[in-house]
């Protein structure tokens, strides 16, 4: 597609349920990032993908948090266990890597998934 | 760690009016910089970027200068519009092998007509 696709927009849970949201990035961007955006706390990263290296975790929460991303495209974000707390609105972004492997460091972000925890 | 500052929010201005969102950071190396825009409904869209110290960004009749000196990329605009009415944020990525960005918490601007 033209731009990064997030589903679903919107996404209502009860407390303790699992939830996946999805991500599919621009086509031939190699990178891939998942971040949060909550009340209080601003927009966070949780999660980087590159190409078949290992992703970088270093943002998750809690380990209630994972996530994957399948045949360098499309990545899913799953939570288990609800909380109140992850209430937030999950934020994607993409990036390619330029010509002789220079990175170019704009990301391009998809409208997000913005998930209620009752 | 790397952190972003920006001023906090609301900011309510009248159409035509100057607008500044100030915004400072702390970074380890030399950061790329960003301002990001978020309109009511859409995701986050670039605003406009600098590099390397000095550098200008420019977009839309905004403009922030990367300050190395003072550690700043205040966002400005010599005269707002209704349709600028967003949320504002500052980032910044210190480069390294993954470019994540730090973002600033976001600055409601609304102007009215």
């Known amino acids: 597609g033209a731009g990064v696709s997030q589903s679903p927009s919107n996404k209502v849970t009860e407390k303790g349920k699992d939830v996946e949201l999805r991500c599919d990035p621009i086509s031939g961007h190699t990178a891939l990032y998942w971040y949060r955006q909550s009340l209080g706390q601003g927009l966070e990263f949780l999660i980087y993908f590159q190409g078949n290296s290992a992703p970088d975790k270093s943002g998750l929460p809690s380990d209630r948090f994972s996530a994957e991303r399948t045949g360098g495209s499309v990545s899913t974000l799953t939570i288990q266990r609800t909380q109140q707390e992850d209430s937030a609105v999950y934020l994607c972004?993409?990036?390619?890597?330029?010509?002789?492997?220079?990175?170019?460091?704009?990301?391009?972000f998809g409208a997000g998934t913005r998930l209620s925890v009752l | 760690g790397n952190s972003v500052t920006q001023m906090e929010g609301p900011v309510t201005l009248s159409e035509e009016a100057f607008l500044t969102i100030n915004c400072t950071y702390t970074?380890?190396?030399?950061?790329?910089l960003f301002w990001y825009v978020q309109y009511p409904g859409e995701g986050l869209q670039l605003l406009l970027k600098?590099?390397?110290?000095?550098d200008k960004g420019s977009n839309k009749g905004f403009e922030a200068t990367y300050r190395k000196e003072t550690t700043s990329f205040h966002l400005e605009k010599g005269s707002v519009q209704v349709s600028d009415s967003a949320v504002y944020f500052c980032a910044l990525n210190s480069g390294g092998s993954n470019y994540k960005l730090t973002f600033g918490k976001g600055t409601l601007l609304t102007v009215n007509p």
């Open positions: 600098a590099t390397k110290a000095d």
């Open positions: 970074a380890t190396g030399y950061p790329s």
């Open positions: 972004a993409s990036r390619q890597n330029g010509a002789s492997g220079r990175a170019t460091p704009i990301q391009y």
